[in-house]
């Protein structure tokens, strides 16, 4: 958590210096559609004692499409390509294990302003293919199965984003996302936490702030 909580701090401090001077803002109107691509950097938050275990970043592509709902609200889907880990521990034993998975979260999206909004989704993670062990402390025939093995996992996605550039078409995102499981088993770290860097494209909706004020002005 410590390094969530830094990293967190960082971008915080980047973005609140950053965005005055560089950026300017999304315009939100019920009927806008934009899709974000981007790189999501993601780490599994272990909380355990098993110095072996090493929970490295991690990251993969990510695709968001919102649809603004209202002047502060949008529905988004989020699909995440990722290679999660899932770790164990029983007795004083523990076990690490790796799936490739397909992350699809369906959520909605608050907006305090033109910059910053928050959302909240749930989400379905559906393996890929085998898992991987990458750490295994029990004797043979006696490992425990994690969550990598099940056919899906299901949870709370909460981010927060930032716009940090904007000219009307175009945009540049930047968000920070944790994700909590709900179909963990006992005693398993299967919650995520990450980073995403991303480049919005308005796909529909007026495409400037200045047609969107002018609309608004006709009112």
């Not at 410590?2 to 950026?23: Q, R, T, Y």
């Not at 939100?28 to 780490?43: H, P």
């Not at 093995?149 to 996605?157: K, M, N, P, R």
């Amino acid at each position: 958590m410590n390094d969530f909580k830094l990293s967190f701090g960082i971008m915080s401090l980047i973005i609140c210096f950053w965005i005055p001077k560089n950026a300017s803002a999304y315009s939100i109107q019920r009927g806008n559609v934009s899709a974000i691509l981007g790189n999501y950097v993601y780490r599994t938050h272990y909380q355990g004692s098993d110095p072996a275990i090493s929970t490295p970043y991690l990251s993969g592509p990510a695709l968001t499409v919102l649809g603004d709902v209202s002047d502060n609200g949008s529905l988004e889907i989020v699909t995440i390509y990722m290679n999660k880990l899932y770790i164990r521990e029983q007795g004083g034993l523990s076990v690490a294990e790796k799936t490739q998975a397909f992350h699809i979260t369906m959520g909605y999206r608050h907006w305090f302003g033109s910059y910053f909004s928050t959302s909240l989704g749930v989400y379905t993670s559906y393996p890929m293919g085998e898992s991987m062990i990458v750490h295994d402390a029990f004797p043979t025939g006696q490992r425990i199965n994690t969550t990598a093995t099940e056919a899906s996992e299901s949870g709370l996605d909460w981010s927060i984003q930032w716009e940090a550039w904007n000219n009307g078409r175009w945009g540049a995102v930047l968000e920070t996302k944790y994700s909590y499981s709900l179909t963990k088993q006992s005693n398993e770290w299967a919650d995520q936490y990450g980073f995403n860097l991303g480049v919005r494209y308005f796909i529909q909706g007026d495409d400037t702030d200045a047609a969107i004020q002018e609309k608004r002005k006709q009112k």
